[in-house]
């Protein structure tokens, strides 16, 4: 798969050549690249933001480098999925991700101030397959944490980017309910005792415990979750 992150802050994404995504792109499976916003800007003061129309606090991210940014990444024969990293978007969720992770090419747009020029993201449709995502309801700073995040989500869903695959299928999200509870030794550590039913070897009823508390530890957490 290729990635490419915009931004105005390309070095956020220096952590992505960590651990098992930095792995990933040494290994070829994934190429990722970061890319300056101001790149594509022309005056000397490498302006990307303008006041907003209409009034209001804050400035917005104006289109111009934007357009120009996506006509030199954007291949003219090709439709990557372009995101754009905003609290106005779509739920982030792992069923999204498993989507994602079957793409060829993702190309994700980082938002400051208070967000992009909404005409690139018309004028953007043009190009490629365009999706607006939040990763939660809150506002950050920017859309690098946001898309650092996704990423990563992405990323691991990737054949031969997790060493063990099967542990992918015990996740949270992936059966709609959160994960049950992990132990390993010691099996007491400060008055704290593992579960004895697996410590048994009963594989049948240590799937079953497992179970009751995955729905428990939801029925807790995220009620919502069991709603839906």
Same mark, same amino acid.
């Given at each position: 798969?290729?990635?490419?992150?915009?931004? $105005?802050?390309?070095?956020?994404?220096?952590?992505?050549?960590?651990?098992l995504?930095?792995?990933?792109? #040494?290994?070829?499976?994934?190429?990722?690249?970061?890319?300056d916003?101001?790149?594509?800007?022309? =005056?000397?003061?490498?302006?990307? =933001?303008?006041?907003?129309?209409?009034?209001?606090?804050?400035?917005?991210?104006?289109?111009?480098?934007?357009? #120009?940014?996506? =006509?030199?990444?954007?291949p003219?024969?090709?439709?990557?999925?372009?995101?754009?990293?905003?609290?106005?978007?779509?739920?982030?969720?792992?069923?999204?991700? %498993?989507?994602? %992770?079957?793409?060829?090419?993702?190309?994700?747009?980082?938002?400051?101030?208070?967000? $992009? #020029?909404?005409?690139?993201?018309?004028?953007?449709?043009?190009? %490629?397959?365009?999706?607006?995502?939040?990763? !939660?309801?809150?506002?950050? +700073? !920017?859309?690098?944490? @946001?898309?650092? %995040?996704?990423?990563?989500?992405?990323?691991?869903?990737?054949?031969?980017? $997790?060493? +063990?695959?099967?542990?992918?299928?015990?996740?949270?999200? +992936?059966?709609?309910?959160?994960?049950?509870?992990?132990?390993?030794?010691? @099996?007491?550590?400060?008055?704290?005792?593992?579960p004895?039913?697996?410590?048994?070897?009963?594989? @049948?009823?240590?799937?079953?415990?497992?179970?009751?508390?995955?729905?428990?530890?939801?029925?807790? +957490?995220?009620? =919502?979750?069991?709603?839906?």
């Open positions: 798969m290729k990635i490419d992150a915009i931004s $105005i802050f390309p070095e956020f994404f220096d952590v992505l050549g960590l651990s995504l930095g792995k990933a792109q #040494d290994q070829k499976i994934i190429g990722f690249e970061a890319h916003l101001r790149k594509w800007t022309s =005056d000397r003061h490498r302006t990307v =933001d303008d006041s907003p129309y209409g009034g209001g606090a804050g400035m917005v991210m104006k289109p111009e480098p934007w357009g #120009d940014a996506f =006509d030199e990444i954007i003219k024969d090709q439709r990557p999925t372009l995101i754009f990293t905003t609290p106005a978007g779509i739920p982030f969720t792992q069923k999204l991700a %498993a989507e994602l %992770a079957a793409k060829s090419h993702l190309v994700f747009a980082c938002g400051r101030y208070e967000g $992009i #020029d909404q005409r690139v993201v018309e004028h953007a449709s043009g190009q %490629a397959e365009v999706l607006e995502v939040s990763i !939660g309801d809150y506002v950050l +700073n !920017g859309g690098e944490v @946001a898309a650092i %995040a996704m990423i990563e989500a992405i990323c691991r869903l990737i054949p031969g980017v $997790i060493g +063990n695959a099967e542990s992918l299928s015990e996740e949270s999200h +992936n059966s709609g309910l959160l994960e049950y509870p992990s132990y390993t030794k010691p @099996a007491s550590w400060r008055g704290l005792e593992v004895e039913i697996l410590l048994s070897g009963h594989h @049948a009823e240590i799937e079953k415990w497992r179970k009751d508390q995955s729905l428990s530890r939801t029925k807790v +957490n995220r009620p =919502d979750l069991l709603a839906e």
